[in-house]
């Protein structure tokens, strides 16, 4: 029970740095977009892919950390977890150094002799990867104190943390407004000064609440090798993600230029707001998936994946389905200007989301288990298919609009591939799981929306206003919520949701 009220007071902290993040980066982003325009807007979205594409290895090891850091306090060694601190800040420092060296080789390449940028913004685009690529050497030094803050589950000092970014994002708009310098070169600059700020933040903090992560240089060979030799196997699965996002970013630029990946960072935008409510959520049971994992509950560690599954599902489908219905009229309120290929961009990516926050709780379980190896090139295999399959359909002249559609099918492949990889790790029943789980889901999900359809043509106008929006969106949380409460719970869940709910109200 402890922990459960440590997950939900966490989720809560969550939430609250959700909220405020969501709302300064939609707005901020519709100034930023009208303050570029759409080509200066979809170019440093592109030069900053590059370096991004390179981030696969932080990554890797930035879920390491956490892994080892948690394993460690369930140990409830000290000692330990201060040592894992310090050799993976040596791992980070190392990868800084990988980081810069493959981006000013290939990545300068890349962006000088292969990307579609109009002639007279390349030296613009070039200055703005020198400071996107310092912009991300400072995330990767950043890395391992984020990675104290989830282990040690201090979600109201993350919160915190982010009340501090918000301002800083302000900030910049007002900025960017204010001077008549070059707004492209100045957008990177002042991005670059806030990564600093943040950097200094998360390490002075860390330091005053956190005794582990005080750094001192610790030279053990045996810990360095399980953290690369973990984390190498990780890069797999996350290089091909990189891939797979960043990559194709890359590919639709070459053969339809910046004007689509303006298009593309609109949707992202709008996925990184609304998927946002799923990772906080997902978030907070990490660190406890590990832990029980880590003590032999492997009960406890089963009920906590599923649930973190199912429920994540649903957080994200209530809040995406009225998207989905009311794209058009919510991208141009929103920005005003919309880029070519926003609206079907924006909802393909929702769509492919759902499947992600299904499957999301799945590789914290094997990151547990240790047993990564056939796991991360399995999941690579699968996602670097995205690269051939998006050049081989722009080749053939299809609608970019089939680039995305290709990748909602291979993530559901690789939701069925992780679900099954769980299995051998974790030992459940496959079928009870499908039956009480994801059965569950399916019906909920069409219901509703079969439901939301006729109840479209029912109350709804043909010309979108405001209002008509929100009284559908209203009624749709109000459906949904109502079918996930009949349908999509199990007896066990709606005991506990309703003795809670009875507990509070009075």
């Not at 300068?108 to 292969?114: A, P, S």
């Not at 090139?377 to 699968?382: D, E, N, P, R, T």
């Not at 609608?399 to 559901?412: A, D, M, T």
């Not at 043509?457 to 929100?470: S, W």
Request: net charge positive; charged share 15%.
């Amino acid at each position: 029970m402890s922990e459960n009220k440590k997950i939900a007071r966490n989720t809560l902290f969550l939430y609250i740095r959700m909220f405020l993040t969501m709302g300064v980066s939609l707005f901020t982003s519709r100034i930023v977009l009208n303050t570029l325009g759409i080509e200066d807007f979809g170019t440093y979205n592109l030069v900053a892919a590059i370096v991004v594409m390179f981030s696969f290895i932080n990554n890797a090891m930035l879920g390491t950390t956490q892994r080892f850091l948690n394993y460690e306090m369930a140990k409830n060694s000290n000692g330990a977890v201060h040592k894992v601190f310090c050799v993976s800040m040596n791992v980070h420092l190392l990868i800084m150094l990988i980081i810069v060296f493959l981006s000013e080789t290939i990545g300068l390449w890349f962006l000088n002799f292969k990307l579609n940028i109009p002639i007279e913004r390349m030296q613009a685009a070039n200055i703005v990867y020198q400071f996107s690529l310092l912009t991300f050497c400072f995330s990767v030094l950043k890395a391992p104190y984020n990675a104290s803050v989830i282990a040690y589950e201090k979600m109201s000092f993350y919160a915190g943390i982010s009340i501090v970014e918000v301002v800083l994002k302000a900030l910049i708009v007002y900025l960017l407004l204010l001077f008549a310098f070059d707004k492209l070169i100045l957008y990177a600059i002042l991005v670059f000064a806030v990564s600093i700020l943040l950097f200094l933040a998360y390490r002075y903090f860390c330091r005053q609440l956190f005794p582990a992560c005080h750094y001192r240089y610790v030279k053990d060979r045996k810990l360095f090798k399980e953290l690369v030799g973990f984390s190498s196997w990780s890069m797999f699965g996350n290089l091909a993600l990189m891939g797979s996002s960043q990559g194709v970013f890359m590919i639709l630029n070459v053969f339809l230029g910046v004007t689509i990946n303006a298009a593309m960072a609109i949707a992202t935008q709008v996925n990184l707001a609304v998927f946002s409510f799923v990772s906080n959520f997902q978030l907070a049971f990490n660190p406890q998936i590990i832990k029980t994992f880590a003590s032999g509950d492997l009960k406890a560690h089963q009920k906590l994946v599923f649930q973190a599954s199912k429920f994540s599902y649903y957080l994200l489908f209530i809040l995406v389905l009225p998207i989905l219905f009311n794209t058009t009229y919510i991208l141009q309120l929103w920005l005003k200007i919309v880029p070519e290929y926003a609206i079907p961009f924006t909802q393909l990516i929702l769509i492919f989301s759902l499947i992600d926050a299904l499957a999301g709780p799945f590789w914290v379980s094997m990151y547990a288990t240790g047993e990564i190896k056939k796991y991360q090139i399995g999941v690579a295999l699968i996602l670097f298919l995205n690269l051939p399959i998006a050049y081989l359909l722009l080749k053939q002249g299809f609608s970019p609009i089939y680039v995305i559609v290709g990748k909602i099918i291979l993530n559901f492949i690789l939701f069925l591939f992780r679900l099954l990889m769980i299995q051998k790790h974790i030992k459940f029943s496959l079928i009870k799981v499908i039956k009480d789980v994801y059965l569950q889901v399916i019906f909920v999900s069409t219901v509703s929306i079969l439901s939301l359809f006729y109840i479209k043509k029912l109350v709804v106008l043909e010309a979108f206003n405001f209002t008509d929006v929100a009284v559908f969106t209203g009624i749709s949380v109000l459906v949904i919520g109502s079918y996930i409460g009949v349908f999509g719970l199990s007896k066990e869940e709606k005991i506990k949701i309703y003795s809670l709910l009875k507990k509070k109200i009075k």
